[in-house]
């Protein structure tokens, strides 16, 4: 029988996220987001509407493979500037109770230990309500940012990831023991030394003593979100991923995706409902077809075609300034993001012109009445095996005003929507239904104090 959908605002610390020139827009408000009352108010929206959370894009570097240069990025503000995701969510939190926050962090330029301990402090600020969207990263310039040489490479960032997470798994769920803080007032003791532990981790690229630094929070390790498609993407996530953003161009490949992933999950000792499966999704809504056509026709003119081929050389690594209208772009393994780069190999440059400057086409773009839109999101959720939608933004906040206001009541007339945060205080438990903590099919349980002594 369908079930309840689960809905992330999808967002980012930058003037222009993913639809490209609607910054200009006269009802947007993008220019706002230096400013904490924008996000304070976002959150408040995006609660009132009963979303599971907010998820926080993010990238370390700049889009600089059109044209060879960041020009353009940096001239239309595609991801550039912005501003560290991390910093906006105990304000968020603190104008909130139940609605999640799902920060982006990569695991190739930093090392493990800091970024366990920001989630820690973010899992007990938010009473439970964090996610770590788990990113490898993209973009060439980033590694010069951190240092680096050169770019990592794909294969070698999907490596430095498993042990990134296997360290992270260690601090948070094996340092602590559940009963290490006694809060003894009388005898003036806070923890009991031995029940906290060092992680002594050796391993190709971590060294890492411990202890954590952080007490055990409501859900020790935050719910992990994880974005990649390809196959060293899907074969992660199906090992680690308790939430996965899938990235597809057609509803056949969303489906491919979906199902192979439940599949490898299996194959890896976990069952096919430990992952939710959620992908992006553009939603134009109105009181009738023919305004919600109106409001299509009014962004169109806004929309930035150039921003999105900037967008689409970051994700792919390929330069559509430097080639021909009628080249294949083919596949190279340019080492960016290999999925995106796979969806296009077969065609040719004007092809991919002409997607981006007419959306129309886009199946996971949704323009109507309510009713329209809802029956919609029903087909391409059920069709595909999806449990959810990241809604993407044309005009902030009016997208998720409208989507809040006209959608959320349609969908729950029909039962694919909550009505209440009635599933658990953690994100964790509003996602997947169970308890505060890893599944015990998940790896991350592997390393909890008992399952590494047996006690």
């Given at each position: 029988m369908p079930g309840i959908l689960?809905?992330?605002?999808?967002?980012?610390?930058?003037?222009?996220?993913?639809?490209?020139?609607?910054?200009?827009?006269?009802?947007?408000?993008?220019?706002?987001y230096t400013d904490i009352d924008y996000w304070t108010g976002t959150a408040r929206l995006?609660?009132?509407?009963?979303?599971?959370?907010?998820?926080?894009?993010?990238?370390?570097g700049t889009y600089d493979v059109y044209g060879s240069s960041r020009d353009a990025a940096l001239e239309r503000g595609v991801q550039s500037p912005n501003n560290d995701p991390f910093l906006l969510v105990p304000a968020m939190a603190a104008v909130t109770r139940d609605l999640g926050f799902a920060?982006?962090?990569?695991?190739?330029?930093e090392p493990p230990f800091g970024n366990a301990r920001r989630f820690s402090t973010l899992d007990h600020l938010t009473r439970g309500r964090v996610a770590w969207n788990v990113v490898t990263g993209y973009l060439p310039d980033a590694a010069r940012n951190y240092g680096l040489d050169a770019a990592v490479g794909y294969d070698d960032r999907y490596e430095r990831a498993e042990e990134f997470l296997e360290v992270s798994y260690k601090l948070w769920e094996g340092s602590w023991d559940d009963d290490a803080v006694v809060r003894d007032r009388a005898r003036r003791r806070y923890s009991d030394p031995a029940k906290v532990h060092e992680v002594g981790h050796r391993g190709a690229h971590f060294t890492v003593d411990g202890p954590h630094l952080s007490e055990p929070s409501p859900q020790r390790t935050p719910v992990i979100y994880q974005?990649?498609?390809?196959?060293?993407?899907?074969?992660?996530?199906?090992?680690?991923?308790?939430?996965?953003?899938?990235?597809?161009?057609?509803?056949?490949?969303?489906?491919?995706?979906?199902?192979?992933?439940?599949?490898?999950?299996?194959?890896?000792?976990?069952t096919p409902d430990d992952i939710r499966f959620l992908t992006g999704l553009n939603v134009i809504v109105a009181e009738?077809?023919?305004?919600?056509?109106?409001?299509?026709?009014?962004?169109?003119?806004?929309?930035?075609?150039?921003?999105?081929l900037v967008h689409f050389g970051g994700g792919t690594g390929v330069d559509l300034a430097a080639h021909g209208a009628e080249q294949l772009l083919g596949f190279r393994a340019r080492g960016h993001i290999e999925s995106n780069e796979r969806?296009?190999?077969?065609?040719?440059?004007?092809?991919?012109?002409?997607?981006y400057d007419d959306p129309t086409a886009d199946p996971f773009l949704v323009v109507g009445s309510p009713t329209r839109v809802a029956d919609r999101i029903e087909e391409l959720a059920d069709s595909i095996g999806l449990d959810g939608f990241n809604l993407i933004q044309y005009l902030s906040p009016g997208t998720f005003?409208?989507?809040?206001?006209?959608?959320?009541?349609?969908?729950?007339?029909?039962?694919?929507?909550?009505?209440?945060?009635?599933?658990?205080?953690?994100?964790?438990?509003?996602?997947?239904?169970?308890?505060?903590?890893?599944?015990?099919?998940?790896?991350?349980?592997?390393?909890?104090?008992?399952?590494?002594?047996?006690?």
């Open positions: 689960h809905f992330n605002g999808f967002e980012m610390n930058t003037p222009s996220h993913m639809n490209h020139g609607m910054w200009v827009h006269p009802d947007n408000n993008r220019h706002r995006l609660e009132r509407g009963l979303f599971d959370a907010l998820f926080l894009a993010d990238v370390v920060v982006t962090f990569t695991t190739t330029y974005a990649g498609s390809s196959d060293r993407g899907r074969d992660f996530a199906a090992r680690h991923a308790e939430a996965m953003f899938v990235g597809a161009r057609t509803e056949d490949e969303a489906h491919s995706v979906v199902a192979s992933t439940r599949e490898l999950a299996v194959a890896h000792g976990r009738t077809d023919a305004a919600a056509r109106a409001k299509l026709e009014d962004f169109l003119r806004y929309r930035d075609t150039v921003g999105y969806s296009f190999a077969d065609k040719r440059a004007r092809e991919v012109v002409d997607f005003a409208d989507f809040v206001e006209l959608v959320v009541p349609e969908l729950q007339r029909r039962g694919r929507y909550r009505t209440s945060y009635e599933e658990g205080e953690t994100l964790r438990e509003r996602l997947l239904g169970a308890g505060p903590r890893l599944s015990p099919h998940h790896p991350g349980a592997g390393f909890r104090r008992d399952a590494v002594t047996g006690r």
